[in-house]
């Protein structure tokens, strides 16, 4: 009796501690937050930058995430990935983010669920219509993958999933849980910027109007003020911009504004060049069925080798190719425009290996050159997007002939392969004026270096060369001549081309390095679909009944220690 009473004595006293242990663990706990990230590639740390940037909020923001409900496995990942990327920026940013899930497909009214669609739709969230099949049945249902950031009065779109051209469900999946972290920071980045940069489109040498470039303006002006300057020879046109946009110009730039720009590059300036290699009258083709692309005289060759690349003379034919509008119908008959492959128009490829281009879809270039790289010391070259294997080069003057319409075009004349069309150039960048002169007066030439305060070599900075200018145009709507959103053609079809742009404006432009983010890697382990499906039942049984068998041999087994217990 007595040692029983001992033993429950000393069984209560464990008890007791324990609980005492907890409770200071869940108190302590509830003050200090500690995460152990076991994963290999360290999924759920965040970046330096953006523990900065959480750790400078002042306010509430709140987040809307329309991803709740039923849906397939995908999504539910995708969920609670969010979930548990919000409880981080939440910890990290002293309670300052706050979220919700909401079922935007709740509502059993369908009229109401419609006008909640619309909403979001002109928010600016992109819906899935998803088919989900299983041994039982079929369903088909509209899901939100996105969410609503609000901060200080102002709210921004995110879309949640990230589409891409040619890519599996599991890897698109992938690459939005990739790009989480990025999405979100830049979200409150943008929301939380008091005074937004300058940046400004050249014009003065007729590159690309307001129109063609009107999709994309909207876009950067959530992030930056964007102007139109036309420098014609003033020391300061560009003074205080964070990076310019050089847009598809056609008539050639003189010494003078050329002296502004590589001024305005070695003082740090940010540079994205857009520019066609090749001029191809558009109007001619649709007239005479072909035309002659002949180079530009733009006076910026010797510029831009200097910087480290040269655009070549000739123009890029792929096999993997964007479409070109034609007629199909008869003389005489209602118009019927139908897509036909066009092979001057190649679908460049972007690279994984930049945070620029990461797990970003085609983009379509039209009438696009290629680049090489020359030796410019100390200069950094990055492509960041080329042809496919299968393209080929050809040198001005070029015939661009409807004729290449239709037909699937022989590969094994294709053999040019890879060929840059983008290059990111980093470093500190040498004066192509350093002994030259640019005006026809000697001493001129010195008092106006002087006034700007000449520089032989830059400080570090960057810029983006891309041997296609339509590659940030946007087409118009036919008929009304409203412009389509940068990157969809007129038959739907919605490329790389919006995220591209914004991309490299955005990594000029960012001082905080929130965009190295983007260049995280993670692997997802998903379930082998077909294993799953064959072997099925398999695990069914074994999930059924192996935990049940595991409980009564337990249950036996103590059962045999207590009777040799007691029976001793």
Same mark, same amino acid.
């Given at each position: 009796?007595?040692?029983?009473?001992?033993?429950?004595?000393?069984?209560?006293?464990? #008890?007791?501690?324990?609980?005492?242990?907890?409770?200071?663990?869940?108190?302590?706990?509830?003050?200090?937050?500690?995460?152990?990230?076991?994963?290999?590639?360290?999924?759920?740390?965040?970046?330096?930058?953006?523990?900065?940037?959480?750790?400078?909020?002042?306010?509430?923001?709140?987040?809307?995430?329309?991803?709740?409900?039923?849906?397939?496995?995908?999504?539910?990942?995708?969920?609670?990935?969010?979930?548990?990327?919000?409880?981080?920026?939440?910890?990290?940013?002293?309670?300052?983010?706050?979220? =919700?899930?909401?079922? @935007?497909?709740?509502? @059993?009214?369908?009229?109401? %669920?419609?006008?909640?669609?619309?909403?979001?739709?002109?928010?600016?969230?992109?819906?899935?219509?998803? =088919?989900? !099949?299983?041994?039982?049945?079929?369903?088909?249902?509209?899901?939100?993958?996105?969410?609503?950031?609000?901060?200080?009065?102002?709210?921004?779109?995110?879309?949640? &999933?990230?589409?891409?051209?040619?890519?599996?469900?599991?890897?698109?999946?992938?690459?939005?849980?990739?790009?989480?972290?990025?999405?979100?920071?830049?979200?409150?980045?943008? #929301?939380?910027? +008091?005074?937004?940069?300058?940046?400004?489109?050249?014009?003065?040498?007729?590159? +690309?109007?307001?129109?063609?470039?009107?999709?994309?303006?909207?876009?950067?002006?959530?992030?930056?003020?964007?102007?139109?300057?036309? *420098?014609?020879?003033?020391?300061?046109?560009?003074?205080?911009?964070?990076? *310019?946009?050089?847009?598809?110009?056609?008539?050639?730039?003189?010494?003078?504004?050329?002296? *502004?720009?590589?001024?305005?590059?070695?003082?740090?300036?940010?540079?994205?060049?857009?520019?066609?290699?090749?001029?191809?009258?558009?109007?001619?083709?649709?007239?005479?069925?072909?035309?002659?692309?002949?180079?530009?005289? &733009?006076?910026?060759?010797?510029?831009?080798?200097?910087?480290?690349?040269?655009?070549?003379?000739?123009?890029?034919?792929?096999?993997?190719?964007?479409?070109?509008?034609?007629?199909?119908?008869?003389?005489?008959?209602?118009?019927?425009?139908?897509?036909?492959?066009? *092979?001057?128009?190649?679908?460049?490829?972007?690279?994984?290996?930049?945070?620029? !281009?990461?797990?970003?879809?085609?983009?379509?270039?039209?009438?696009?050159?290629?680049?090489?790289?020359?030796?410019?010391?100390?200069?950094?070259?990055?492509?960041?997007?080329?042809?496919?294997?299968?393209?080929?080069?050809?040198?001005?003057?070029?015939?661009?002939?409807?004729?290449?319409?239709?037909?699937?075009?022989?590969?094994?004349?294709?053999?040019?392969?890879?060929?840059?069309?983008?290059?990111?150039?980093?470093?500190?960048?040498?004066?192509?004026?350093?002994?030259? @002169?640019?005006?026809?007066?000697?001493?001129?030439?010195?008092?106006?270096?002087? %006034?700007?305060?000449?520089?032989?070599?830059?400080?570090?900075?960057?810029?983006?060369?891309?041997?296609?200018?339509?590659?940030?145009?946007?087409?118009?709507?036919?008929?009304?001549?409203?412009?389509?959103?940068?990157?969809?053609?007129?038959?739907? %079809?919605?490329?790389?081309?919006?995220?591209?742009?914004?991309?490299?404006?955005?990594?000029?432009?960012?001082?905080?390095?929130?965009?190295?983010?983007?260049?995280?890697?993670? !692997?997802?382990? +998903?379930?082998?679909?077909?294993?799953?499906?064959?072997?099925?039942?398999?695990?069914?049984?074994?999930?059924?009944?192996?935990?049940?068998?595991?409980?009564?041999?337990?249950? &036996?087994?103590?059962?045999?220690?207590?009777?040799?217990?007691?029976?001793?």
């Amino acid at each position: 009796m007595k040692k029983n009473g001992r033993n429950k004595k000393r069984d209560l006293s464990a #008890l007791g501690l324990t609980i005492i242990i907890l409770i200071l663990l869940n108190f302590v706990g509830s003050f200090v937050f500690h995460r152990f990230d076991l994963t290999s590639e360290k999924r759920y740390t965040l970046s330096d930058a953006t523990k900065k940037l959480l750790s400078k909020l002042n306010d509430q923001v709140y987040v809307k995430v329309y991803l709740e409900g039923e849906f397939p496995a995908g999504f539910k990942l995708l969920r609670n990935e969010t979930k548990e990327m919000l409880d981080e920026f939440r910890r990290y940013s002293n309670d300052n983010v706050e979220y =919700e899930f909401i079922n @935007p497909s709740a509502n @059993p009214d369908k009229q109401q %669920q419609i006008e909640v669609f619309k909403q979001l739709k002109k928010k600016g969230l992109h819906g899935q219509r998803i =088919e989900d !099949t299983d041994e039982t049945k079929k369903t088909v249902q509209t899901v939100w993958p996105g969410a609503i950031v609000s901060y200080k009065g102002h709210e921004m779109a995110w879309n949640l &999933l990230k589409t891409q051209t040619g890519k599996s469900a599991e890897s698109q999946l992938n690459s939005s849980i990739q790009g989480l972290e990025y999405e979100f920071a830049s979200c409150i980045r943008n #929301l939380s910027v +008091l005074m937004k940069p300058d940046i400004a489109f050249i014009e003065g040498q007729d590159e +690309l109007d307001t129109l063609a470039v009107k999709d994309i303006t909207t876009a950067l002006e959530e992030f930056y003020v964007v102007k139109r300057v036309a *420098i014609n020879e003033h020391l300061d046109a560009l003074k205080d911009l964070k990076a *310019i946009i050089i847009a598809k110009p056609d008539s050639s730039f003189s010494e003078k504004d050329k002296f *502004i720009i590589d001024q305005y590059i070695m003082k740090g300036g940010k540079v994205l060049w857009a520019i066609d290699p090749l001029y191809t009258s558009i109007d001619s083709i649709k007239k005479n069925q072909q035309t002659m692309a002949v180079p530009y005289d &733009l006076n910026l060759d010797d510029l831009l080798f200097k910087y480290g690349v040269r655009i070549n003379q000739n123009l890029v034919l792929d096999v993997q190719c964007g479409a070109l509008p034609i007629n199909k119908a008869m003389r005489g008959d209602a118009p019927n425009i139908v897509p036909a492959p066009w *092979i001057f128009f190649p679908l460049a490829a972007p690279s994984d290996a930049h945070p620029i !281009t990461k797990n970003l879809d085609v983009v379509k270039m039209e009438y696009a050159g290629s680049i090489d790289t020359v030796g410019a010391k100390g200069i950094k070259k990055t492509i960041l997007l080329q042809s496919s294997k299968y393209s080929k080069t050809i040198m001005a003057p070029v015939r661009v002939d409807l004729n290449y319409l239709g037909g699937q075009p022989d590969e094994t004349k294709f053999q040019d392969s890879y060929r840059p069309l983008a290059v990111l150039l980093e470093g500190k960048f040498k004066s192509i004026f350093e002994n030259r @002169p640019f005006l026809p007066n000697q001493q001129m030439d010195e008092e106006f270096k002087k %006034q700007i305060g000449f520089q032989t070599s830059g400080v570090d900075t960057k810029m983006i060369v891309i041997s296609d200018g339509d590659i940030i145009k946007n087409d118009l709507l036919p008929g009304s001549g409203k412009p389509l959103p940068l990157g969809m053609d007129r038959f739907g %079809q919605t490329y790389g081309n919006k995220n591209f742009i914004m991309n490299c404006i955005n990594y000029l432009c960012d001082d905080s390095g929130l965009i190295s983010v983007r260049s995280r890697e993670l !692997t997802l382990r +998903l379930l082998d679909k077909k294993k799953v499906k064959n072997e099925r039942l398999k695990w069914e049984l074994i999930n059924t009944f192996v935990p049940l068998l595991l409980i009564i041999l337990f249950g &036996l087994i103590q059962n045999w220690r207590r009777k040799r217990k007691y029976a001793n």
